[in-house]
């Protein structure tokens, strides 16, 4: 038997309308309707209800959930689904974008979407763009995008936590690195600084020094010895 079956057996056995199972179950008389059809009739789609909406319909019926989805088909994938629902909500916004790429990658698949090509790439480590920050590499994941976003060359998508390269780089937004040991004046990159940690700034070289300087000119420069200094790549903009 289909949960649109059930439903619609269990309302009539109890003599309740459509009306009194919505207000019991907190939904609308059309969405009752609709879900006891199995069919959006706007779209053309079948109707597939939350497991909260399940439960609320199985409370308005006065019965557990095992109950009301006894001998339903799609039982497992009701339960699964919220399971899978359940780990997402907990996961962090940057990893809730991982999996959602990840699922969408899939789903094209399986409606037999050409693929797009894919780079693979680190991601889930940040970098500071004001007071420095120390980084725990343990962060470091290895991610996966279309090709067709990722510029040439890039190898991690980086988060940037502070405000000092404002309005170039906004804070919280994510900048693709492109590893490589040094670059030129006036580039952007992110640097580490022996001591004090990692952060994200425009380089310059003065003699033995480098002068680390922010787009926002609320932040004074950054002068620091050039030993203690290490170019981990260049921000590509």
Same mark, same amino acid.
Request: aromatic share 4%; with cysteine.
């Given at each position: 038997?289909?949960?649109e079956e059930r439903i619609k057996q269990l309302r009539i056995n109890r003599?309740?309308?459509?009306?009194?199972?919505?207000?019991?179950?907190?939904?609308?008389?059309?969405?009752?309707?609709?879900?006891?059809?199995?069919?959006?009739?706007?779209?053309?789609?079948?109707?597939?209800?939350?497991?909260?909406?399940?439960?609320?319909?199985?409370?308005?019926?006065?019965?557990?959930?095992?109950?009301?989805?006894?001998?339903?088909?799609?039982?497992?994938?009701?339960?699964?689904?919220?399971?899978?629902?359940?780990?997402?909500?907990?996961?962090?916004?940057?990893?809730?974008?991982?999996?959602?790429?990840?699922?969408?990658?899939?789903?094209?698949?399986?409606?037999?979407?050409?693929?797009?090509?894919?780079?693979?790439?680190?991601? @889930?480590?940040?970098?500071?763009?004001?007071?420095?920050?120390?980084?725990?590499?343990?962060?470091?994941?290895?991610?996966?995008?279309?090709?067709?976003?990722?510029?040439?060359?890039?190898?991690?998508?980086?988060?940037?936590? @502070?405000?000092?390269?404002?309005?170039?780089?906004?804070?919280?937004?994510?900048?693709?690195?492109?590893?490589?040991?040094?670059?030129?004046?006036?580039?952007?990159?992110?640097?580490?600084?022996?001591?004090?940690?990692?952060?994200?700034?425009?380089?310059?070289?003065? @003699?033995?020094?480098?002068?680390?300087?922010?787009?926002?000119?609320?932040?004074?420069?950054?002068?620091?010895?050039?030993?203690?200094?290490?170019?981990?790549?260049?921000?590509?903009?």
């Amino acid at each position: 038997m289909r949960l649109e079956e059930r439903i619609k057996q269990l309302r009539i056995n109890r003599n309740m309308t459509m009306q009194q199972l919505a207000d019991l179950s907190n939904l609308t008389k059309g969405y009752i309707s609709m879900l006891e059809r199995g069919l959006n009739p706007s779209t053309k789609k079948p109707i597939v209800p939350s497991l909260e909406t399940v439960q609320n319909l199985a409370n308005a019926f006065n019965m557990t959930l095992e109950e009301l989805l006894e001998g339903v088909e799609g039982n497992v994938s009701l339960a699964r689904n919220d399971s899978i629902m359940t780990i997402y909500t907990q996961l962090t916004s940057p990893r809730q974008e991982r999996v959602y790429e990840f699922a969408s990658h899939q789903l094209d698949e399986q409606n037999g979407i050409q693929e797009e090509k894919v780079v693979y790439l680190v991601r @889930g480590r940040q970098s500071a763009a004001g007071s420095m920050i120390h980084v725990d590499d343990v962060d470091a994941e290895m991610g996966v995008l279309p090709s067709s976003i990722v510029p040439n060359g890039a190898n991690e998508l980086v988060r940037i936590t @502070g405000d000092s390269m404002e309005p170039l780089i906004k804070k919280g937004s994510e900048v693709y690195l492109r590893y490589q040991p040094t670059v030129e004046d006036g580039e952007v990159a992110i640097v580490r600084v022996e001591d004090d940690g990692v952060t994200c700034k425009y380089l310059y070289r003065d @003699g033995k020094n480098v002068i680390l300087k922010s787009e926002n000119p609320k932040y004074e420069d950054l002068i620091v010895d050039a030993e203690k200094v290490s170019v981990i790549g260049k921000v590509l903009l």
